[in-house]
């Protein structure tokens, strides 16, 4: 923490959401390749020579780059992702979240489910539904070569009271002699 007197200590974390409206950290839930920090700002020269000397090895990676969610509002289009962030527990809801997904998933044995998930407690919805958004406030890039920019899934009744829960999407491919599972990485976009 370097010179900072401890009263005024802040924890650093590395993919922690605080959320602002509730002063509720959430810690990071996925992969992270590797890690680098820096004394001081890089400038775009110096971003570039080290995306391009470690892009290989993000293509290397079990990481499925082509898709992905994210999470964030657009007040302008009125699209927030995921479109809740609150239920009621007792109601299986429907929500989307907006991203880059197979659009035709059966053709390569590929479906998606959404997943909550606390400390002690996983629930998974059932098989959810990809679509283009087709509202003009999609990517028409994302809505190509057979990808879809909307995941819809119905979220499972929630019996474990009132607590929050980290949202996973899992992709699931299943190739009729077996099933493989992993999690769709969050696209995340820093200021």
Not at 100 to 120: D, G, M, W
Request: aromatic share 8%.
């Amino acid at each position: 923490l370097g010179n900072c007197p401890l009263s005024i200590a802040i924890p650093f974390t590395i993919g922690t959401y605080r959320d602002p409206l509730s002063l509720v950290s959430a810690p990071h839930m996925g992969s992270l390749k590797s890690i680098h920090l820096f004394a001081n700002a890089l400038n775009q020269s110096q971003v570039g020579v080290l995306y391009e000397k470690l892009s290989v090895i993000l293509r290397n990676s079990s990481i499925i780059e082509s898709e992905y969610w994210v999470q964030g509002n657009n007040t302008a289009a009125g699209v927030s992702t995921p479109s809740k962030d609150f239920m009621l527990s007792a109601n299986p809801t429907r929500m989307t979240v907006r991203g880059r997904f197979l659009a035709r998933p059966n053709i390569q044995h590929v479906t998606y489910k959404c997943e909550f998930a606390t400390t002690s407690f996983k629930q998974q919805s059932t098989i959810a539904n990809v679509s283009c958004s087709n509202d003009g406030t999609g990517d028409p890039a994302v809505c190509d070569n057979g990808h879809g920019d909307t995941l819809s899934c119905d979220a499972p009744v929630w019996q474990q009271g009132y607590r929050a829960a980290v949202l996973t999407i899992l992709r699931i491919v299943d190739d009729g002699t077996s099933i493989q599972s992993s999690e769709l990485w969050q696209r995340v976009c820093l200021n």
